[in-house]
């Protein structure tokens, strides 16, 4: 069964860092483009970052570009998001999720991602 696993979440101050992991059982990742979204209280779902299956490609929404960077070690069957200078207003439950292996485009959209993560909690705030 396919099944995607995040960590590292918690409670960090403004300007700080977190590094998320999210992890593959039931199948081998390098065969997925993954992505990673984020959903506020009272907000929708957000597409954050996204990776190739190669890793060789990438892409951020502009709130995080400079700040996060998504990387994926396929041989930990592991996709990673490093979030540096943190701001409040980047408090949400954070996804991983993964397209079909059908698909090869890093896409931000939710309605393009099949498989999801149950989340795990950051929050920003001193």
């Known amino acids: 069964q396919l099944q995607l696993v995040e960590s590292g979440g918690g409670l960090v101050q403004p300007g700080g860092s977190l590094r998320l992991s999210c992890a593959a059982s039931g199948f081998t990742l390098d065969y997925y483009v993954i992505g990673w979204f984020r959903q506020a209280p009272g907000k929708e779902r957000e597409g954050v970052s996204c990776?190739?299956?190669?890793?060789?490609?990438?892409n951020y929404a502009d709130s995080v570009t400079g700040r996060f960077t998504i990387s994926r070690d396929n041989a930990k069957n592991t996709v990673y998001l490093q979030m540096n200078s943190l701001k409040p207003e980047d408090t949400a439950v954070y996804y991983c999720a993964a397209r079909r292996p059908l698909f090869r485009r890093c896409v931000l959209s939710r309605d393009d991602y099949a498989y999801w993560g149950q989340g795990t909690q950051v929050t920003v705030s001193s």
């Open positions: 990776i190739s299956k190669s890793g060789g490609s990438t």
